[in-house]
């Protein structure tokens, strides 16, 4: 298992050291910036990818304790609820504001567009 994970992260590096020189023939053609945009789009899918692996793993923990708080006392099940869907969209809104960071990034790169 540990051999894979190497072996994938090594692949995800490599992707990323090697786009540079893909795009070096648009930037000698005229196309000014092509290294400055590769990696602007690198950082803005690495920020919101770890922006939905948090989230995703905080929703998963805020489901549990309020599933494991509603079987442990089923008359508090609406005060759970309430307290659970109010967490739950502070959650998303942290994911939402990543999601409008890395697009600020890309719009930034105006030889992106």
Request: overall charge positive; aromatic content about 6%; charged content about 10%.
């Amino acid at each position: 298992m540990k051999k894979r994970i190497a072996v994938a992260l090594l692949a995800i590096a490599l992707v990323a050291l090697i786009a540079p020189f893909a795009f070096a023939e648009e930037a000698a053609a005229g196309g000014a910036g092509s290294v400055a945009t590769t990696m602007a789009v690198f950082g803005a899918a690495v920020g919101i990818g770890l922006a939905a692996l948090g989230t995703g793993i905080g929703q998963g923990l805020g489901l549990s304790k309020a599933c494991e708080g509603t079987a442990r006392n089923p008359g508090a099940s609406g005060k759970i609820m309430t307290i659970l869907i109010i967490g739950l969209a502070m959650i998303e809104s942290l994911c939402i504001y990543a999601l409008l960071v890395s697009l600020g990034i890309l719009i930034s790169q105006k030889s992106f567009f």
